[in-house]
């Protein structure tokens, strides 16, 4: 025969950890502009980077595209769209993009987390309920 297992939190505890959890992702959701911003000096690097090996002559133009179509006639702008081929070892590795907290997934999580600690605080019962514990552990 087996056993049911009686799981027993007290409200305190979750309520720390919910908080915790609510200041993590605060943290996260800050952390996004100086994410992007690595990234963009990243990108700005490699593409520095490919430029340099097309001026010292490392890369093969495999196809140049001329765009016709001009806004301002008066501009003496022409656009010329290049593909270039390089070995592999000389290019690198691209920057990859860095997985962002959305805000749309921060104001989420933080709305019902906000909501969970509100609720906690005004029990008056020691311990929490299997299914109060269910509906907030997908935030610890």
């Known amino acids: 025969m087996s056993k049911s297992l009686q799981v027993k939190v007290k409200v305190s505890v979750l309520l720390e950890a919910l908080k915790k959890a609510l200041d993590e992702r605060a ?5 996004n502009d100086k994410l992007e911003a690595e990234y963009d000096k990243a990108v700005e690097a490699y593409n520095t980077n490919l430029l340099k090996l097309v001026k010292a002559g490392k890369g093969k133009v495999t196809e140049a595209t001329t765009s016709r179509w001009r806004p301002n006639n008066k501009e003496k702008v022409v656009t ?61």
């Open 27 to 31: 943290k996260r959701f800050a952390n």
């Open 80 to 140: 010329i769209q290049a593909t270039f081929e390089f070995p592999k070892s000389a290019i690198g590795s691209e920057p990859e993009s860095p997985e962002l907290y959305k805000e749309w997934n921060w104001k989420a999580d933080r709305e019902a987390l906000e909501q969970a600690i509100r609720v906690l605080e005004m029990t008056d019962q020691e311990y929490v309920s299997a299914t109060t514990l269910k509906s907030v552990a997908e935030y610890l």
